[in-house]
C-alpha cells in the first residue's frame, strides 16, 4: 500500500531530500560496518555502503521524491542485477507502483489550476483516493455526468520542472556514493532519462500516441486501447475513458487455451511493435494490461513511455535476430556491433559471450514445436552468464539507451507469459509474420 506525503516542488527542497539519502547512507554504512568488524570480520567500503538497509534507503527516499528521481531509479532497475550491485537493483526494481500518493488538497489544487475553480460541476463522482501512484502522476476514477466513467491521470505538481536537476543530482549521489561499478559511464543513459522523461510529462503527447495505438490495433479485436477525453486532457491531466478488465496475471489460474491465446497475443503485438511498426510501448509493468472476461480482450493501457524506432535500428534488429537464427556466430557477432552491444577495441573473449548471451535469449524461437516459458531455466542462465562476464571481463559496456529500454519491454513481457504459465510455437509466430516485415538497407 503506497504512502501519503506531500510532494516537495522546489528544487531546493529536492536536493534537501538527496542531501538526508547521502547522510543516511553514510550512517548506515557505518552501522554495517561497526557490526562487522563485532564480528571479526574487515568490511571494504562497497560493501558498506550497498548494504540492504541502504538499498532500502535508496528506494524510499526516490519512491518519496517520485517524478525523475523515481524514474531514474527505474531505469536502472532494467539492469536487472548485471552491472549494478544486486541489492541495489532488486530495491530499484520495486520502483513500479510504489510511489507515496498526494494528499487530497493537493490533488484538488492541480485539478483547480488545470481545470479551473468549477471544475466539479461535469462530475458526477471523482475519487480522491488514486487507484494507483507512479514516478510521473496517479489515477484516480470518475464518472461524468452523462454517465460516462473516466480513468484521469494527474500529474504530481513541480515535476516537469524538476526533471533536468532531478536526473543530475541522483546521478551525482550515485557517483559520490560510489554505489555504481567503477568505469561505469551512464552519461548517455542519464541523458535518455531526461528527455523520455521530459516526453513522458506532456500528457497532451501521450494523448496523440493514445490515439495512433487505436489505430494501430484498429483491425485486430484482440486488443482494446481507451478513448481520450479531449476537453478534459492538459499537460498535467489525461482523462480516458475506464477499462474495468481484471488485473492480467489473474489468467495464471484460467484454462490454458485461454493463457495460451492471450500469450500468443501479447507476443505477437511486441513483434509488430518493434519488427513492423518501430513504435515500443517500453513499460512492462504488469498494471498496463487488464483482461475482459465478458469480450476476451486484452487492455492496454498507460502509453507515455513509448518509443519510436528508426528504419535503421528496425533494419539492424532484423538482421540480429535472423543472424541469431540462422547465421554464423561471425554473422552475429557483426549485427551485433550494428546494434551496439559490442565495440570494435572489445576483446574477443568479451565478443564471444555476447555472441553467447545472444543465441541463448533466442532460444524460445529456436525450439520447436513450443515454448514452455514457465518450466526452463533460461533466465537464471542468462543471468548467471552476464554475471560471469562481469566478473570475468570487468565489462563496464551498456547497450545504447534505445536497446536498454527494448530489453525492458522484453524482459518483462517474458516474465508475463511465464507468469501466464503459457506454452505457445514461438518459432512458427516468427514464421508467420516474417513476411511482414520490411527491413531496409
Known amino acids: 500500500m503506497s504512502k501519503e506525503s506531500r510532494l516537495k516542488t522546489s528544487r531546493g527542497g529536492r536536493l534537501a531530500q538527496l542531501g538526508r539519502l547521502a547522510g543516511g547512507l553514510a550512517g548506515g554504512a557505518l552501522t554495517e560496518g561497526a557490526r562487522q568488524l563485532a564480528s571479526g570480520k574487515r568490511p571494504a567500503i562497497g560493501d558498506l555502503l550497498m548494504s540492504p538497509g541502504n538499498a532500502r534507503r535508496v528506494g524510499e527516499r526516490l519512491s518519496e521524491m517520485r517524478g525523475a528521481a523515481m524514474k531514474v531509479g527505474q531505469l536502472l532497475s532494467m539492469d536487472n542485477g548485471h552491472v549494478m550491485p544486486r541489492e541495489l537493483s532488486e530495491v530499484l526494481a520495486h520502483l513500479r507502483e510504489n510511489a507515496h500518493r498526494m494528499p487530497l488538497g493537493q490533488v484538488a489544487d492541480v485539478l483547480q489550476r488545470e481545470w479551473g475553480d468549477n471544475w466539479q460541476q461535469e462530475f458526477q463522482r471523482f475519487s480522491f483516493t488514486p487507484l494507483a501512484s507512479a514516478s510521473i502522476g496517479q489515477v484516480h476514477a470518475a464518472e461524468l455526468k452523462d454517465g460516462q466513467r473516466l480513468a484521469v491521470k494527474i500529474q504530481y505538481p513541480g515535476v516537469r520542472d524538476s526533471i533536468d536537476s532531478d536526473v543530475d ?138 518509443r519510436d524506432y528508426s528504419a535503421k535500428d528496425v533494419s539492424n534488429l532484423h538482421r540480429l535476430l535472423w543472424s541469431c537464427l540462422e547465421g554464423s556466430d561471425e554473422d552475429v557477432l557483426l549485427a551485433a556491433t550494428r546494434v551496439g552491444y559490442v565495440g570494435a577495441d572489445d576483446p574477443a573473449s568479451y565478443q564471444r559471450s555476447i555472441v553467447t548471451l545472444l543465441r541463448m535469449v533466442t532460444e524460445p524461437i529456436t525450439s520447436r514445436p513450443d515454448f514452455a516459458f514457465h518450466s526452463t531455466d533460461l533466465a537464471q542462465r542468462m543471468r548467471d552468464h552476464v554475471i560471469a562476464m562481469r566478473t570475468r571481463e570487468r565489462f563496464t559496456r551498456l547497450p545504447p539507451p534505445s536497446v536498454l529500454f527494448l530489453h525492458r519491454k522484453l524482459g518483462g513481457l517474458y516474465l508475463l507469459l511465464s507468469t501466464l504459465k503459457a506454452r505457445i510455437p514461438v518459432s512458427a509466430l516468427i514464421e508467420n509474420q516474417r513476411a511482414q516485415w520490411q527491413p531496409e538497407g
Not at 557517483?175 to 522523461?197: C, H, I, T, V
Request: hydrophobic fraction near 45%; proline fraction near 5%; charged fraction near 25%.
Open 169 to 306: 543530482n541522483v546521478a551525482a549521489l550515485l557517483r559520490l556514493s560510489r554505489l555504481l561499478p567503477e568505469g561505469l559511464d551512464l552519461a548517455p543513459l542519464f541523458q535518455e532519462a531526461k528527455q523520455q522523461l521530459h516526453a513522458e510529462a506532456d500528457y497532451r503527447l501521450e494523448a496523440s500516441l493514445l490515439r495512433r495505438y487505436r489505430q494501430l490495433i484498429f483491425d485486430d479485436t484482440r486488443f482494446e486501447v481507451p478513448d481520450v477525453v479531449d476537453e478534459l486532457t492538459s499537460e498535467a491531466t489525461l482523462s480516458m475513458q475506464f477499462l474495468d478488465g481484471a488485473p492480467i496475471e489473474s489468467l495464471a489460474d484460467a484454462p490454458a487455451a485461454t493463457r495460451n491465446a492471450v500469450a500468443t497475443a501479447l507476443l505477437e503485438l511486441a513483434l509488430r511493435e518493434a519488427f513492423e511498426w518501430g513504435t515500443v510501448q517500453t513499460d512492462p509493468n504488469f498494471a498496463n494490461y487488464r483482461f475482459d472476461p465478458e469480450t476476451g480482450r486484452v487492455q492496454l493501457l498507460d502509453f507515455g513511455a513509448t
